[in-house]
C-alpha cells in the first residue's frame, strides 16, 4: 500500500510538472542533458556566494534547485530514465548542496555534520556504482531521499534570504530545517541499504537458478 500510494503521488506531481513546465521542452532534451546543467551551474552558485551576491546566487541556486524535478519527470514521463542517470543525479544534487555548505562554514555544528555526511554519500553513490554495475543495475531514489532534497533546498534558500535581509531568525529556521533534512537523509540511507539487499538476494537467487 505504501508503495502504490508514493507512487501515486509522484505521478500526481510528474504531471504537474508536465503541465508547466516538460511541454516546452522538446523532446530531442534528454533528462542527463538536464543534469548536465546543474553540474555547470554548481561553480556559478559558489562564486556568486563568495562575491557577496546573494540575490544571484539565490536565483542560481533556485534554478539549479528545481532542475533536479524537471529531469526526474522527465525521465519517468518519456520513459528515459537511464542507469546512468540514477547515478549523475544524486551526485549533482549532493554537490549542489556542497557548494553552499562549504561557503556557510563550520560555524554551526549541523553544517559540520551534514558535509561529512553528503562527503559519505557521495563515496557511497561512488562505490555502489561500481558495486552495483558488477552485479546489475544501479538503484534509483527513495521517496526519503526526496523529501531530504526537498528540505535541504528549503534551507539554504532560507538561509540566503536571511543573509540578503539580514534577519538572523531567517537563519536560524535555515538551521532547523536543515536538522529534519539530516533525520531524512539518516532514513534515506536505510531504505537505499534495504533496497540494494533485497535486490542482491533476488539476484544471487536468479543466478544460482541459471547455474544449477
Excluded at 539530516?182 to 541499504?193: D, K, N, P, R, S
Aim: aromatic share 16%; proline share 2%; net charge positive.
Amino acid at each position: 500500500m505504501r508503495r502504490i500510494a508514493t507512487f501515486n503521488a509522484q505521478k500526481t506531481i510528474d504531471g504537474v510538472i508536465d503541465k508547466l513546465f516538460l511541454r516546452f521542452i522538446p523532446d530531442y532534451v534528454k533528462p542527463n542533458y538536464v543534469t548536465v546543467v546543474r553540474f555547470i551551474l554548481i561553480p556559478f552558485v559558489y562564486w556568486a556566494l563568495v562575491t557577496n551576491k546573494f540575490g544571484l546566487a539565490l536565483f542560481i541556486f533556485t534554478i539549479a534547485a528545481s532542475t533536479d524535478f524537471i529531469d526526474g519527470a522527465m525521465a519517468r514521463t518519456r520513459n528515459q530514465i537511464t542507469d546512468i542517470g540514477k547515478v549523475i543525479d544524486p551526485i549533482a544534487d549532493k554537490l549542489l548542496i556542497l557548494s553552499v555548505l562549504l561557503y556557510v562554514g563550520f560555524d554551526y555544528i549541523i553544517v559540520k555534520i551534514f558535509v561529512v555526511f553528503i562527503v559519505f554519500e557521495l563515496f557511497a553513490v561512488l562505490m555502489g556504482y561500481f558495486f552495483t554495475f558488477a552485479v546489475g543495475k544501479p538503484m534509483g531514489s527513495n521517496v526519503f531521499g526526496k523529501i531530504k532534497l526537498i528540505l535541504q533546498s528549503f534551507s539554504i534558500g532560507f538561509f540566503m534570504i536571511g543573509i540578503i535581509v539580514s534577519n538572523n531568525f531567517v537563519i536560524n529556521v535555515s538551521k532547523y530545517i536543515l536538522f529534519i533534512a539530516l533525520f531524512f537523509a539518516v532514513i534515506a540511507g536505510f531504505e537505499t541499504a534495504r533496497q540494494k539487499l533485497v535486490y542482491l538476494k533476488k539476484h544471487n537467487i536468479a543466478f544460482l537458478k541459471t547455474k544449477t
